[in-house]
């Protein structure tokens, strides 16, 4: 903490202890003393100055308890000096001073017979006439919408060049300057609702929800946090970002710090004019943020301090002396968004596209698709937008003066600067590095010569790092070793989703899997919360960490190593590979520690973890058959702002094991584990894909055969028939087929917890006879319209295209981009509404 801060913090203290319900006319609030505030009854909220990043400018703002603000007076950009001044005047009035005195922002409010002023406890600052409210500052917000707060229709959110609207049909909209609507989301359109007044309102849990009469449950949800109803006590609210896009963040009382929890755009560089007028929009290896650039050489930036301010032709195309050419941009596209009037749309194929915006003099540049439906758009605007990507199926030209000049390939650029001015550098590096080595040799080879004998020293580092693997602390590795140990990557044990397995053997001797993960974008710090996390979950269920890399962009982790595979090798094996058949009590106890150790998961360790990718794929087995869950905590490695696979469709976790909800755009909570969990119970007992799909099933889906079946009492056909010349408690065997029926109810809260799976399946509590899974039609939630998609329920009767139960790599996650935290998953469709 700073001084300052701490210093302010002081300060907050003791105006909490002076809180004043009401404001008194007359009142001032100086620039000068932030630590002057007015604070809402119960010190939730406060206003006060702030000072903008460390000038000597300061906005007034609202914040919550910590510095987070939810509204400002005037805009961003209305600040003050330190001699600026808020006051409550007694004409009732607020009003903000610039230290000369000149009125920077008023609310406008003099003469209508305001009497008092206050800031409740949700953070509304009320002006009032004695009984009536005359302004409020929810009623004028800048950016931000906070719970309690009902945004109208005629109510709107503005940051730089951006506005967000609620329009009377339910709709939410992003546009660009007033003009081009970049974002724009409606109710589903089987819903056939006209809306009379609705309102727009964000709810303590996180959940964005129309009201209006004319739902059937009086609102509807828009979208709901990936945090949804986690803490109770967090702070979500909405803001438009400077950067056009319009996000939920959630933030604890007093701390200040922030977390996104939803984003309307999910690709950040989809927002129109992200980087200005001809900015290309780009996401490079290093960093998961966009980034701003030009097309190419012919161009350069307006503000070299500001990628976002866009760039300019070195040479106009109207002061030109010779041709002008088209410069190509593969894998790119320039933003169209309708109603964009002025671009000019064909189906003329490519190499047309290029040749018409180059005859045209009012056109300066264009996109054409390579989809297949040859699209053409011919840019004649003054304003581009563009975004460029390795998934875009387009090609962009850009009019420019004379040759076009392509970006030389990135790191070229910095590496030729440094040439010359670095060589007298090097020779000097490059002598005194031969010195050293010539000394390192001589000492190594004296080394060697009287050491090599002795048996203490390749045994010390194993002993060493013994001790440190016992001491349960995860393990730093450098990759080296880890390439040592591997054998380079050699023997591989499979593939994840978030990437390969090797084998390998550590120093020591112990057999390890090292898996390599993929699509990490986070911070060395955050990596090593997370891996800090993890390691400390220990159970005998779950699937110990030993250690892990983090270096450069390698992220690997050290797992111990399960001497029997995963489950599913053993559960669906083939004719080819017989003999690998586990009895009835192996899978039993298979079933319960798999229970086990998700229930640590949930409900027994620190920081809870949802798994978000239960499968027989997930589930490893030591060389007693004992069951440990594997992979837990993963989901949260992932970057939550990989977009660079944005464009694909994606789903994260397994066709076949994932909750309805990860579809339907609905909250993930453990309750989701519990349907993968009810799923992989289902092969345990059967042996077989809960998706397969066969002439014995009647061509049905595996999953609803057997609830079929059990609902005609016939156990029997449902266990796995290798098993039936065997010794089978069917007692434990109807118990599990009972308890993963109830897992696998589309109705989260229909489902049971896992600690109760557990006793279901020991036999202490009492087993109610399941109803169907099926689909939810037009289910709902208490106070909450949710429309769910009935095709990914567990007993729709048709196949699904996409598995074939001979292929283990169909079983890998759907679709390629890593997904944000356990919880944050981004759907199949990234439309806002159900
Ligand atoms: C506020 O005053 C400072 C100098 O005192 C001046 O530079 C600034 O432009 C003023 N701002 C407004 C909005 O009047
Ligand atoms: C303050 O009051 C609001 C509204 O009544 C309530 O939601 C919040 O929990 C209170 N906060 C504290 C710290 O008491
Ligand atoms: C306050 O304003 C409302 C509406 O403008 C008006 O009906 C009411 O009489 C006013 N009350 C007082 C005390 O002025
Ligand atoms: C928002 O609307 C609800 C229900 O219509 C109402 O109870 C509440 O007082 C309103 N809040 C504000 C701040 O106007
Ligand atoms: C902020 O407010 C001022 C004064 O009302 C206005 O001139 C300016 O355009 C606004 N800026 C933005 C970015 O809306
Ligand atoms: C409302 O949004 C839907 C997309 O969800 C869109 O199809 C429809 O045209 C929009 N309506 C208006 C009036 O913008
Ligand atoms: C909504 O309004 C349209 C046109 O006014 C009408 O055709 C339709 O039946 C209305 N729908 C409902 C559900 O009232
Ligand atoms: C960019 O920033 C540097 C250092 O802060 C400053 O010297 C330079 O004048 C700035 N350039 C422009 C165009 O603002
Ligand atoms: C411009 O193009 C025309 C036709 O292709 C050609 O005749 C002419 O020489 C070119 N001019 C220059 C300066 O390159
Ligand atoms: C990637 O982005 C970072 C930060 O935005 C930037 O500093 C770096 O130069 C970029 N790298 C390349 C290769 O463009
Ligand atoms: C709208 O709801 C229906 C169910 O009533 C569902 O089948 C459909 O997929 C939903 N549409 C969208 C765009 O979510």
Redesign the pocket.
């Known amino acids: 903490m700073k001084p300052q801060n701490l210093l302010f913090s002081l300060f907050l203290f003791f105006t909490v202890t002076t809180a004043q319900p009401t404001i008194q006319p007359g009142t001032t609030l100086s620039a000068a003393n932030p630590g002057q505030t007015w604070s809402s009854p119960n010190n939730t909220f406060y206003v006060g100055f702030s000072q903008v990043d460390s000038s000597s400018y300061y906005t007034l703002t609202i914040n919550y308890n910590g510095g987070v603000p939810i509204w400002t007076a005037g805009n961003a950009t209305t600040t003050v000096d330190s001699k600026g001044s808020f006051q409550f005047l007694p004409s009732g009035n607020l009003r903000l001073l610039n230290g000369s005195g000149a009125v920077v922002w008023d609310s406008n409010t003099a003469r209508l017979g305001v009497t008092t002023a206050s800031l409740d406890d949700f953070g509304n600052l009320v002006l009032k006439n004695g009984t009536s409210t005359v302004w409020s500052s929810f009623d004028n917000p800048t950016d931000t919408i906070v719970p309690n707060q009902n945004f109208s229709v005629n109510q709107v959110l503005r940051s730089e060049s951006y506005h967000f609207r609620f329009?009377s049909?339910g709709?939410l909209t992003l546009r660009w300057n007033d003009f081009i609507l970049y974002w724009?989301?409606?109710l589903n359109s089987s819903l056939d609702v006209n809306l009379t007044s609705p309102t727009l309102g964000l709810q303590r849990t996180g959940v964005l929800t129309i009201f209006d009469v004319a739902f059937p449950s009086g609102s509807y949800t828009v979208a709901s946090s990936n945090d949804y109803d986690e803490g109770g006590t967090r702070l979500r609210f909405l803001r438009l970002g400077k950067d056009g896009n319009f996000r939920m963040y959630s933030t604890a009382i007093g701390t200040g710090t922030i977390t996104m929890v939803w984003s309307a755009l999910t690709d950040q560089c989809e927002v129109f004019g992200y980087c200005g007028n001809m900015g290309i929009c780009r996401y490079n290896e290093s960093s998961s943020s966009p980034n701003c650039g030009c097309p190419s050489e012919n161009f350069e930036p307006v503000d070299v301090n500001d990628s976002r301010q866009g760039c300019k032709r070195k040479v106009e195309i109207e002061s030109c002396v010779g041709n002008a050419t088209m410069l190509v941009l593969d894998n790119a596209k320039f933003l169209t968004y309708q109603p964009e009037t002025l671009s000019q749309v064909f189906s003329n194929g490519i190499s047309a596209c290029r040749l018409n915006c180059l005859s045209q003099s009012s056109c300066i540049a264009s996109t054409s698709l390579s989809d297949g439906t040859g699209m053409c758009y011919l840019k004649n605007s003054d304003f581009i937008s563009g975004y460029q990507n390795p998934v875009l199926p387009s090609t962009s030209y850009v009019k420019v003066c004379g040759q076009a000049q392509p970006n030389p390939p990135p790191g070229l650029q910095i590496a030729e600067k440094s040439k010359s001015s670095s060589l007298r550098v090097w020779v000097v590096l490059v002598v005194v590095v031969i010195t050293l080595l010539g000394l390192i040799a001589v000492e190594g080879g004296l080394w060697w010569w009287c050491c090599r004998n002795s048996p203490k020293f390749g045994s010390l580092s194993a002993q060493y790092a013994l001790l440190e693997y016992a001491s349960g602390a995860p393990v730093q590795f450098s990759y080296k070793e880890l390439q040592r140990s591997t054998k380079q990557f050699k023997e591989k044990l499979g593939a994840g989703g978030f990437g390969a397995v090797y084998k390998g053997v550590l120093a020591n001797r112990t057999v390890v899997a090292v898996k390599q993960l993929e699509g990490i974008e986070q911070g060395e710090k955050q990596f090593r919360m997370e891996v800090a996390t993890i390691s400390s979950t220990h159970h005998l269920n779950l699937v110990r960490l030993i250690g892990f890399c983090s270096e450069g962009r390698h992220r690997l982790l050290v797992y111990e190593f399960m001497k029997n595979g995963s489950l599913d090798n053993f559960l669906f094996t083939t004719e080819e590979q017989p003999g690998r058949l586990l009895n009835w009590e192996q899978r039993f106890n298979i079933a319960l520690g798999t229970a086990r150790g998700i229930t640590y998961l949930h409900e027994e360790c620190r920081d809870c973890i949802v798994h978000c990718d239960i499968k027989p794929e997930n589930i490893l087995l030591d060389e007693n058959y004992n069951a440990k869950v594997s992979d837990f905590g993963l989901a949260k490695l992932i970057s939550p702002r990989d977009h660079r696979y944005r464009t694909l469709t994606s789903v994260r976790g397994t066709r076949g094991y994932l909750a309805p909800e990860w579809l339907a755009n609905l909250p993930i909570t453990s309750k989701s584990d519990i349907y993968g969990y009810g799923m992989v119970l289902l092969e345990i007992v059967s042996g077989r894909r809960n998706f397969e799909v066969s002439a014995e099933t009647d061509r049905k889906k595996f999953s609803a055969w057997a609830y079929e079946e059990f609902e005609k009492s016939n156990v029997t056909a449902i266990l796995d028939q290798r098993l039936t010349d065997q010794d089978v408690d069917m007692q434990q065997v109807t118990r599990a087929i009972q308890v993963s029926f109830w897992c696998i109810q589309d109705q989260p809260s229909q489902r049971p917890k896992m600690g109760k799976v557990v006793q279901m399946l020991e036999g202490i509590s009492e087993i109610e006879n399941p109803p169907a899974p099926k689909a939810i039609t037009e289910g709902s939630i208490p106070g909450t319209s949710i429309l769910s998609s009935s095709n990914v329920s567990a007993l729709s009767t048709f196949a699904p295209s996409a598995p074939t139960p001979s292929s283990s790599s169909s079983y890998q996650t759907l679709g390629v981009s890593p997904l944000a935290s356990g919880r944050n998953i981004e759907r199949a469709s990234s439309s806002l509404?159900p």
């Open positions: 329009l049909n709709n724009n989301q409606g509404l």
